[in-house]
């Protein structure tokens, strides 16, 4: 994640106050750092990954930042298998930094996470300019394009894309 993705991450979590965030895609724990530092100090992040060191890694990140332990829950597994698990309407935002190929769903399941408000965010939607280049593309870019289209046309959210890093799509839930 680059420093103005993340700055605008942080950015996005302090305008709609956020209490509870979800994350797909823990990697690293520098877009969750960002994440729980625009936080409300009592916020709660959780981070979903399929890989267990990830999460460790994590974790470990967070408490070298400052970050107390129960500020961050960790659930292992595959993205779609562990959104529909959590609660409707019970995050104020929701980024998504996993499976390119399965952003068109983590949409859907993000719009049914968030309260009204909410806010959900795409990280590397540019696909280092691959989106716009109208060349053949693998399938990734086909369905980041189906993704943009997506949100673009939903009367369901108020977008943006936002220039920062590999490009950074936000949508607030009407």
């Excluded at 980024?95 to 408000?117: I, K, M, Q, V």
Aim: proline share 7%; net charge negative.
């Amino acid at each position: 994640m680059s420093p103005g993705a993340g700055a605008a991450l942080r950015l996005l979590a302090a305008a709609v106050d956020a209490k509870a965030v979800a994350e797909i895609g823990t990697g690293t724990g520098v877009s969750g750092i960002h994440l729980l530092h625009g936080m409300r100090p009592d916020g709660v992040l959780t981070t979903v990954d399929p890989e267990p060191e990830h999460q460790q890694f994590a974790r470990q990140a967070f408490r070298a930042a400052g970050f107390a332990a129960n500020r961050a829950r960790f659930i292992p597994g595959r993205a779609l298998d562990v959104l529909p698990r959590l609660a409707d309407a019970g995050y104020d935002l929701v980024f998504c930094d996993g499976d390119r190929l399965e952003f068109p769903e983590y949409l859907a399941e993000s719009l049914r996470l968030l309260r009204p408000g909410g806010l959900v965010a795409f990280e590397g939607v540019f696909a280092h300019g691959r989106t716009v280049d109208s060349g053949p593309q693998p399938t990734e870019v086909l369905r980041l394009r189906d993704l943009l289209r997506t949100v673009h046309e939903s009367p369901d959210v108020v977008s943006s894309l936002l220039p920062v890093g590999d490009g950074l799509l936000c949508a607030v839930r009407r």
